[in-house]
């Protein structure tokens, strides 16, 4: 009697999806990809610096008859919070009070985060268990990110079963608007030093040359 191997994609990769890619050609590639190792099921270096830049990701879960349900989660970056190499976790602030994930949290485990980032054209997928902890505020005061102003009311944990990450095809680049504006506050600090610097040469045209010269010099050791 042959043995089954089970892969951690097998989250993911289902017989039925497996069937799938039979027939229509990628089966194989995957194959090779799951001999090697298949996914990740551990945080590594990669995903906890990747998981330390996220301000804003998609988690999705469903009811007990397999409604799916998929609810933003925005923070500071770094909200979401490493607890150890399979688990991470991050505080639920209060919202609108449906209540949809934890309804559906409290009867069918299963879980799904989808992270994108845009300014890099990068993707992250994590499948889990997770569960919601609202009795316990101390865990919940230590999720907080440092000087945030909002009220945490929960933490949501999840057990990493399995992640992956995607290709960059067809993500749009955006930036965010703080990055942005931090981006064109140092370009007009530095438009203001030249043109202070200018102002001066002006002022003193004896000086103008030597000027021109240092910076001559300094454009060569460049």
Not at 24 to 44: C, L
Not at 118 to 123: C, F, I, Q, S, T
Not at 198 to 206: E, M, Q, S
Request: neutral net charge; contains cysteine.
């Amino acid at each position: 009697m042959s043995e089954t191997l089970t892969y951690s994609s097998d989250v993911a990769f289902t017989p039925a999806v497996k069937a799938i890619q039979t027939r229509k050609g990628s089966r194989e590639a995957y194959a090779h990809v799951e001999q090697r190792g298949g996914w990740r099921t551990e945080v590594d270096d990669k995903l906890a610096a990747f998981l330390a830049e996220t301000n804003s990701f998609y988690l999705a879960t469903a009811t007990a008859d397999g409604q799916p349900y998929i609810q933003h989660r925005g923070g500071p970056k770094g909200f979401v919070k490493i607890l150890d190499k399979h688990t991470i976790a991050f505080a639920d602030y209060a919202g609108n009070q449906q209540y949809l994930t934890q309804g559906n949290l409290s009867e069918n485990p299963k879980a799904h985060i989808f992270i994108m980032d845009y300014a890099h054209k990068r993707r992250v997928k994590i499948w889990g268990e997770a569960r919601v902890v609202d009795d316990d505020p101390a865990l919940t005061q230590s999720l907080m990110p440092k000087g945030y102003r909002t009220r945490p009311e929960q933490v949501i944990l999840l057990k990493i079963a399995a992640w992956d990450t995607n290709c960059p095809q067809h993500i749009p680049q955006k930036f965010d608007a703080a990055d942005v504006a931090s981006t064109l506050a140092a370009r007009d600090a530095r438009i203001a030093e030249l043109e202070t610097e200018l102002a001066k040469l002006k002022r003193d045209p004896v000086a103008a040359p030597q000027a021109a010269s240092l910076t001559g010099v300094q454009a060569k050791s460049g």
